[in-house]
């Protein structure tokens, strides 16, 4: 069966500090991994990666895939209270001739206090 | 543009009614898709429909349909509403059929509280 595994599932840190979530997947027909951050309700697009080793950064985030271990990290650096919300990774697989199908995990639930 | 706007945005429902979301997807964008997102958990894929066919679709039982329409807005219907369909549900468009474009724009959200 398909999965998403996400680590660890809540995390609460300090401004300033460094974190890393850990995303890692079993699905058949892999296609891509993407990164989504979820505020409120609308998870909103932060990155697609569908190499190994081709590191996706953007500000002070940044992303990179292992497709040989199947994972991939998103790394922060210098947190901000902004970058409270959940974080979702998701897998797109190929589900049959016609058929696509994404798979998220449940989702890191990071904190930054002040 | 406005973006993904979904209705209704808050509905309570009864077991064993029915229930009707609706999307409007970015202008221009051909592929709408619905997920369910119950809360504490990742956002459950339920259908992706391109060009007024269904795409894909996931582990729901077929009290779950939809379907788009020729301007690509797209409903959801949820027959004989059981608690555990209490969730979120999401609606995302993209432009391209395929997934590689990475990008998914989702919407608000609909919550649907079943009591």
């Known amino acids: 069966e398909d999965k998403v595994v996400q680590s660890p599932l809540s995390l609460v840190v300090h401004e300033g500090d460094t974190v890393t979530l850990n995303c890692s997947y079993e699905v058949t027909n892999f296609r891509s991994l993407l990164w989504y951050k979820q505020e409120k309700k609308a998870p909103t697009f932060l990155f697609m990666l569908?190499?190994?080793?081709i590191e996706k950064k953007s500000g002070r985030l940044s992303s990179i895939l292992d497709k040989k271990e199947l994972f991939s990290i998103l790394n922060i650096t210098a947190t901000q209270t902004g970058d409270s919300a959940i974080y979702l990774c998701a897998v797109e697989a190929q589900g049959g001739t016609s058929y696509d199908k994404v798979i998220f995990g449940p989702g890191t639930s990071l904190s930054v206090i002040p | 543009d406005a973006g993904v706007t979904q209705s209704p945005t808050h509905l309570i429902k009864t077991r064993g009614q029915q229930v009707t979301l609706r999307c409007s997807p970015i202008s221009g964008h051909k592929s709408v898709s619905w997920y369910q997102q119950v809360l504490g958990q990742g956002p459950q894929f339920i259908f992706q429909y391109y060009e007024k066919e269904e795409r894909g679709r996931g582990n729901f039982p077929d009290r779950f349909s939809a379907r788009q329409f020729p301007n690509y807005s797209s409903e959801l219907n949820v027959n004989a509403l059981l608690l555990g369909d209490s969730a979120l549900y999401l609606c995302a468009s993209s432009r391209y059929r395929g997934w590689s474009t990475g990008e998914l724009f989702f919407g608000e959200g609909s919550r649907l509280t079943v009591l």
């Open positions: 569908t190499s190994s080793g």
